[in-house]
């Protein structure tokens, strides 16, 4: 983790063993949080399996905030996939 | 949210489904997973006792790996690093152990090699498994095996044999593409085809040409033929209406954002719709697994 700047409001996490797979939907996650001013993910040379995320914030929010709230909402999108998938092949099969 | 998933058709190994009122993102990361994440088993080390064959040993364990092996991966655990022996709970061993010969019954001047010869054509059906340790115990019923009998592996001549031993460990499709578990996974969005106008008569004939069959619908309305999207799913896109002058105006084809139409094939190792399961799981199992990195490491 690097901070930037004095306050906590401006932090690039460096994610270990990640790829666009959870980078991009992460930053989709957090961008949807209204307190963000910025949020970005990069990676730095493809072939170090690491990326770059940036989350800045407006006002005094630490930039952990939006990050776990994104990582925890990313889960709840999970889980309601999850079942609603489970659900409609139950249906599915059962019906035919 | 407004979110569905409706299942559209599943056969053997495939299965399509729609997914509504999602994201890019997380559509091509559930994409994403599903080709190199969800994990499998396969054959990773090939110990060569006796190879008189043609195919050379690299080739022929190359060949060996490449075969997909039914045995579901969450029975079994990674290997460690570093650990050349391997356990019960994480490898699985399989022999290949065949020699070609002579038949002394075949007629003189045959030159069928199916007649002449026994066991010239090594296929995967010959691969046996060899229970290590308590695996018999662990798994009483289960059959571990290629998913397909029919693979050929070599060809042999007589004099000619084949003795390998093989263990087969847990992998991603990210370390070698012998560990996926999918011939392939993609997806699509849902075409929308708007009329800008009414197309009557030639015009909706010509119009029904140039899509797929089954997309544009022909009705009688009144004595004149109007045309009418029936079923834009079956849409190709392949834009030849633009090449007509008289209808490029009057037809918008646009795709709808958030319906994607997901295509997924197994190779046979586990069904469509647990490989789904399994990689929405995987997605949620890397927040977690950041979540408690946060909780843990200390902010500075």
Known sequence: ?96 | QAFRVDIIREEEGTLEFDMVGIDAAIANAFRRILLAEVPTMAVEKVFVYNNTSIVQDEILAHRLGLIPIRADPRLFEYRNQGDEEGTEIDTLQFQLKIKCSRNPQAAKESSDPNELYFNHKVYSKHMTWVPLGNQTDLFPDADFRPVHDDILIALLRPGQEIDVLMHCVKGIGKDHAKFSPVATASYRLLPDITLLQPIEDEAAELLQKCFSPGVIEIQNIKGRKVARVANARLDTFSREVFRHESLKNLVRLARVRNHYIFSVESTGILPPDVLVSEAIKILMGKCQRFLNELDSVPME
């Open chain 1, 1 to 96: 983790v690097q901070a930037d700047g004095t306050d906590g409001n401006c932090v690039t996490f460096v994610l270990h063993d990640e790829d666009h797979t959870l980078g991009n939907s992460l930053r989709y996650m957090v961008m949807k949080n209204p307190d963000v001013e910025f949020c970005g993910y990069c990676i730095t040379h493809p072939s170090e399996s690491k990326i770059n995320f940036r989350i800045q914030t407006r006002g005094t929010l630490p930039a952990v905030e939006p990050f776990r709230k994104g990582l925890t909402n990313l889960m709840g999108v999970c889980q309601h996939v999850l079942n609603t998938f489970e659900v409609r092949l139950s249906l599915k099969r059962s019906g035919a």
